[in-house]
């Protein structure tokens, strides 16, 4: 079974939270008007939370931030909570024109300038978990970093990697991509075969894969992955590793 560590966890949630949320200086505060009959307003950025405030058709709110596909609203009142883009994008502007606000879908999935995601898969017989995060440089052409943890029956490992990754068809719904960079691998072998020594190696890689898009900012993603460990020992190692994961697009 596969152990998340605590670790690995952190890095993904804060790689997610430091590209989902803009916050707007207060002299930028959007101000908008309601149009329909009421805007619920929650506690916190999501379904989940209570709806504890619902301003009404004629209300002015202003927009603080936004978290993903939720805004951050401040009422004239004082009262501040959170609504969603959809119920934001009904609102009307100072001149009594829908407010211009960017909802996610698969057209901005197109020009997204960053990802972040996690997957899991197999790793040469072992279990493996990774988190990763692109910045885009093109609609095609991004750099990646990701962070990899196995689990096998006699050794653990962790890598970290830097690639270059080249998505030919970004407008199509699923598109292929390639990937090829370096890094290294560090294998330590469990307490009951203490004469195994650990080791930490040098890798290239090349993978390719396919993304599909689902919703909003929602990413499937596919990848086979060739790693070449380059040892001091007689003979270089290559490990393939299959993964499949879900990742955001902001």
Known sequence: MIKITSYTTFLF???????????????????AQIAEPYLNIHQGPGKGHTVFYVAERGETISII??????????????????????EIALTLDSRNQPLDISLPDFASSQHRTWETGFAVGDFEGSDAISVYGSYFLTDNLSVEVSYLETF???????GAFLGLSHQPFPQWRISPF????????????????????????NVSFAAAGLRMYLAQRLLLRLQYTNYLVISNRDDDEEIEA???????FY
Do not use: C, M
């Open 13 to 31: 949630l804060l790689l997610t939270l430091s590209f989902s949320v803009k916050t707007l200086a207060d002299s930028d505060y959007f101000q």
């Open 65 to 86: 931030k936004s978290k993903t596909d939720w805004y951050k609203v401040e009422t004239a009142k004082g009262i501040q909570g959170w609504a969603h883009a959809t």
């Open 152 to 158: 096998g029956l006699t050794s653990n490992g962790t």
């Open 178 to 201: 390639v990937t090829v960079g370096g890094g290294f691998y560090e294998t330590r072998p469990k307490s009951n075969l203490a004469a195994t020594k650990k080791r930490k190696d």
């Open 242 to 248: 299959w993964t499949l994961g879900i990742s955001a």
